[in-house]
């Protein structure tokens, strides 16, 4: 193809696995364009729920103070039987600890999630270019064409690598004709709006359940007067549309006359469709998101598994945009493929138990908070490498609290942040290997860290054990920490052969 200007990346889709990857894209200074068919951004509530591993990675892409500040922690469930409203503790509150700094499930309505993502893709010189809309894609070994029509007119936009995330009904995902794999019921069907609300408590999100999961929920929207309302239709019910007919609905199913909507500010009916990508990448062009997987709202999984595809994909972009041997793309799907697999099943399971009115499929959990997710046994983490009394090559590199040189408190998170890979030395035998270890100029750095029993020889030193026990340390050891923070090589023994060989599968 014989076009100027080729940019880097072009991204398709601005919700949280386009507007991730986009971000950790521009950090590493590559060029890229981001665009959107909708006129502006989302404006509803929808996936309201951000879980812990996810607000790792919003911390690490510069967006979490934003979400923190636009949220809170989930308020209790308030299960309604008749006049008596039973107190339900969905979630486990727990405290921060220095290998897990954000335990809890946080709730915030998607459109500031999506905000903050934005600002801090503002922030980083690339703006969201709205109302553009993919019409066609094609592509050779070198580059991607993509013809994007606007208000002002149709343009063509080659890039190198096209990320598509453009949400379940994907123009990049039927324009590479990759199957969809999966089921919509079109009789189960749920109206979610969000209004102002007055006549209901603020610290509930209460629920009135019903034979055959026909319920209504009520979650309070952090920072507003607002609700999310959660009304499960009849197979043949025409969701109400107005504002009194909506309040009626409501009132008709709780028998509570005190409640009243004031401003509905966003409505939609959804459809669980559970579907599954058949592909994840086809030549130069690569779907994440909602584009790649679908499933039902329960446990909130969506917005958190998208946002990790696109922290996944990005890094993996960059290397090879550097010069790394573009298998490590492969890699891509062979990661993140399983896991959405597997939130399709736990999120179905907890969408049919709300039918049975079963009350696990109220509870959350470690399965939802996704902090044991794992790469161990795909192509960058093989089943055979060394492990420690507690990890995996391929599991979450978890926080901890060291002591610097200086005599200041350290976390090891804040020293890894960024989009470099980062080696944790333990021990003297392995920071003398890291000394030796080579790495090259192009791509991602190399963060070299040193921990010891005091600062004497060594950057960091553990008084309190909390790496030793985190990493399940024994003796001496070398970590290797991909960007995305997660393990991409463990050595206990030929520290520097084995580190060095595991590093040339993901660096130029």
């Not at 598509?164 to 189960?188: H, I, M, N, P, Y």
């Not at 790649?292 to 990790?308: C, I």
């Not at 192509?379 to 609290?401: E, F, I, K």
Request: proline share 6%.
């Amino acid at each position: 193809m014989n076009h100027p200007q080729v940019i880097d990346v072009l991204v398709v889709g601005a919700g949280p696995s386009g507007s991730a990857v986009a971000i950790d894209l521009v950090r590493r200074g590559l060029a890229v364009r981001i665009i959107d068919r909708s006129p502006h951004a989302f404006d509803g509530s929808r996936a309201k729920g951000v879980q812990p591993r996810s607000l790792e990675v919003l911390e690490d892409l510069g967006a979490l103070d934003d979400v923190l500040a636009g949220g809170s922690v989930y308020p209790r469930l308030g299960i309604h039987a008749g006049p008596l409203s039973v107190p339900w503790k969905m979630f486990p509150h727990k405290e921060a600890s220095p290998d897990v700094p954000y335990p809890n499930t946080w709730l915030i309505p998607q459109f500031r999630t999506d905000r903050a993502l934005h600002a801090r893709l503002s922030a980083l010189a690339c703006d969201i270019e709205f109302g553009r809309e993919l019409t066609e894609l094609t592509q050779d070994e070198t580059a991607v064409v993509a013809t994007v029509a606007g208000a002002s007119g149709t343009e063509e936009i080659v890039a190198r690598y096209v990320v598509g995330a453009d949400g379940g009904s994907s123009a990049v995902r039927k324009q590479l004709g990759v199957g969809f794999v999966g089921t919509t019921d079109e009789s189960d069907r749920m109206l979610l709006v969000d209004a102002s609300v007055s006549g209901l408590a603020r610290n509930r999100w209460h629920m009135w359940p019903a034979r055959g999961g026909r319920f209504i929920g009520a979650c309070p929207l952090p920072g507003s007067d607002m609700f999310q309302w959660m009304i499960r239709l009849s197979p043949d019910e025409e969701p109400p549309a107005k504002k009194e007919d909506i309040l009626r609905r409501i009132h008709d199913h709780t028998h509570n006359r005190r409640i009243h909507l004031h401003d509905i500010r966003w409505t939609s009916v959804f459809r669980p469709n559970i579907r599954l990508a058949e592909h994840y990448r086809r030549g130069r062009i690569f779907l994440a998101g909602d584009a790649a997987h679908v499933h039902t709202p329960a446990g909130a999984q969506g917005l958190n598994t998208g946002l990790q595809d696109g922290y996944n994909l990005g890094w993996k972009l960059g290397q090879v945009l550097a010069g790394a041997d573009a298998a490590l793309l492969d890699s891509y799907e062979a990661e993140r493929q399983p896991i959405a697999a597997g939130v399709l099943g736990l999120s179905t399971d907890k969408w049919d138990g709300l039918a049975t009115l079963d009350p696990s499929s109220m509870k959350r959990g470690k399965d939802e908070q996704q902090l044991a997710l794992t790469y161990h046994g795909g192509p960058l983490a093989p089943a055979d490498s060394t492990r420690t009394g507690t990890l995996r090559a391929g599991d979450r590199a978890p926080d901890a609290h060291l002591l610097g040189a200086d005599g200041v408190e350290a976390r090891l998170f804040d020293v890894m942040r960024g989009p470099d890979f980062a080696a944790v030395a333990y021990g003297r035998d392995a920071a003398r290997a890291l000394e030796k270890l080579t790495w090259p100029t192009a791509g991602a750095r190399l963060k070299r860290l040193t921990v010891g029993p005091t600062t004497a020889g060594f950057t960091f030193s553990d008084p309190k054990n909390t790496l030793r026990r985190a990493y399940g340390l024994t003796g001496d050891t070398l970590l290797l920490i991909r960007p995305d923070g997660h393990l991409g090589h463990i050595a206990t023994s030929d520290f520097l052969t084995t580190t060095q060989t595991a590093a040339r599968r993901m660096t130029p």
